[in-house]
């Protein structure tokens, strides 16, 4: 079993509907929301553009998958979320816009925004004492010969290779999309995410996803809203 520490909005945020819709999956629910209707591509073809992506749910890696250090217990580190989460202020956005790294699509900031790099650089430290260290095989399926010096020092010190002066921020919606393609995958998403996206985007909530076994699709275990010591000590 592995847990990761995501953003994702919401269950019931639009924009979190309208991501269960494009996926294929609601990560809450383990749901399959009816595929959204779009003038650009078949709802078979978003399918196969979405399935690589689908298995996570829709989410911005901040600590990424890991199993759990000896002695350590799920509850134990879901409380800690819901502490660090209620003492933390949300991260407002400039706003997110669909972009294309690597070769897949997802939703970056429209922005950079050094708030936010802070704020996922401390989960990454505050939360490593609940990730049991890499295996030699975990280290291998990461390819080190393809990443830079700095990215394999993070992977070995920290689980992950994107992170800190590597991190950045994105939202998946697509596995890799060929050059051909590109053009009818991007008006989709442009036409199905352009109402979730007009609206103001911040980073208010953790949620607490598992992999129940090895290849299994991630849920949602637990969702944190950020804020709500502060929201208290305000009242």
């Not at 399959?32 to 399918?47: G, N, W």
């Not at 992999?211 to 000590?233: C, Q, T």
């Amino acid at each position: 079993m592995r847990y990761a520490i995501y953003f994702t909005p919401g269950q019931d945020d639009p924009l979190a509907r309208t991501a269960a819709s494009w996926l294929g999956r609601d990560p809450f629910t383990g749901t399959v929301p009816q595929a959204p209707a779009v003038t650009a591509l078949s709802p078979a073809e978003i399918a196969y553009h979405t399935a690589s992506a689908r298995r996570y749910g829709f989410h911005a890696t901040l600590k990424a998958p890991f199993v759990l250090a000896e002695g350590k217990t799920e509850a134990e580190l879901d409380a800690a979320l819901a502490s660090f989460s209620a003492a933390a202020e949300p991260v407002g956005l400039a706003g997110l816009a669909p972009a294309r790294l690597d070769g897949f699509l997802a939703l970056a900031p429209a922005a950079p925004s050094p708030d936010l790099d802070r704020f996922a650089g401390e989960i990454v430290k505050q939360f490593e004492a609940f990730r049991a260290p890499l295996s030699e095989a975990d280290i291998r399926r990461r390819n080190p010969d393809k990443l830079s010096q700095d990215e394999f020092r993070n992977l070995c010190q920290w689980g992950y290779p994107y992170v800190f002066q590597s991190f950045r921020f994105h939202m998946t919606l697509t596995g890799r999309v060929a050059d051909p393609d590109l053009p009818r995958v991007r008006a989709a998403i442009d036409e199905v995410f352009a109402p979730a996206l007009a609206k103001p985007i911040s980073l208010d909530g953790l949620a607490l996803f598992v992999e129940p076994e090895p290849g299994a699709p991630f849920v949602v275990k637990s969702w944190h809203r950020l804020g709500r010591r502060l929201e208290r000590k305000t009242a």
